[in-house]
């Protein structure tokens, strides 16, 4: 059974810090690996997706690594803002199935 | 441009009433459908899917139900509510099966 954790579940930084979100997973077996970001009270919004054969996605500030054969991945957050606030969660695909795993997020806040 | 509907937004029903939550989504056609809930202090699960109308899978036991009664609606009941089903519920679709999810903006449920 894949389970996904998330280190770490909370952080606080100054603005305009450069910031590092982990994820790693138990079954390297996966499909694909998703980054979202959830406000308080709201949806999700995906952010990053990586298939398996890929090592990272880029949008904007946000960079996304996999390496699948140690089951971690990261989320680096250059140049923190305010607005960068929420919780962000990562989500493994396996091959089989139509399950997304999510890890239980890691919760920032970023101070102005 | 697709967007997907939830209602209501928020809900407190006694234990033992009824449940009833509508997803909709617009601007696509067969779309693969998700219900999940976030239980607090806990992380996302998948609960039902659907790969197109009447047709619904179950990821895990529990004291709900889905129905697909349409293309583009998928709905959430329960004939009598726990107080664990208390939670935040999400619908999501996706084009296909293993490509990025899309949520919607959630129904809050308090069961008292």
């Known amino acids: 059974k894949q389970e996904v954790t998330q280190i770490p579940a909370a952080l606080s930084v100054p603005e305009g810090e450069n910031l590092v979100l982990n994820c790693s997973f138990t079954?390297?077996?996966?499909?694909?690996l998703q980054w979202f970001r959830q406000d308080p009270g709201k949806g999700l919004t995906s952010l990053l997706l990586?298939?398996?054969?890929?090592r990272e996605q880029t949008s904007g500030r946000l960079n996304a690594s996999l390496d699948k054969s140690s089951g971690r991945s990261t989320l680096y957050i250059a140049a923190s803002q305010p607005g960068d606030s929420a919780t962000y969660l990562c989500?493994?695909?396996?091959?089989?199935?139509?399950?997304?795993?999510f890890g239980g997020g890691t919760r920032l806040m970023v101070k102005p | 441009s697709q967007t997907i509907h939830q209602w209501p937004a928020t809900l407190v029903q006694p234990v033992g009433s009824p449940l009833s939550l509508e997803c909709t989504v617009e601007?696509?056609?067969?779309?693969?459908l998700y219900w999940y809930r976030q239980a607090a202090g806990r992380g996302l699960q998948l609960l039902f899917y659907?790969?197109?109308?009447?047709?619904i899978s179950s990821e895990v036991p529990q004291n709900l139900s889905a129905s697909r009664p349409q293309d583009r609606q998928f709905i959430l009941s329960s004939k009598k509510l726990l107080l664990s089903d208390s939670g935040f519920y999400l619908c999501?679709?996706?084009?296909?099966?293993?490509?990025?999810?899309?949520f919607g903006p959630g129904t809050r449920l308090l069961v008292l």
């Open positions: 999501a679709w996706s084009p296909l099966r293993k490509e990025t999810q899309y």
């Open positions: 601007g696509t056609s067969n779309p693969n």
């Open positions: 079954d390297s077996a996966i499909y694909n």
């Open positions: 990586i298939q398996s054969s890929q």
């Open positions: 659907s790969v197109g109308i009447g047709q």
């Open positions: 989500a493994v695909r396996g091959n089989a199935g139509n399950m997304l795993t």
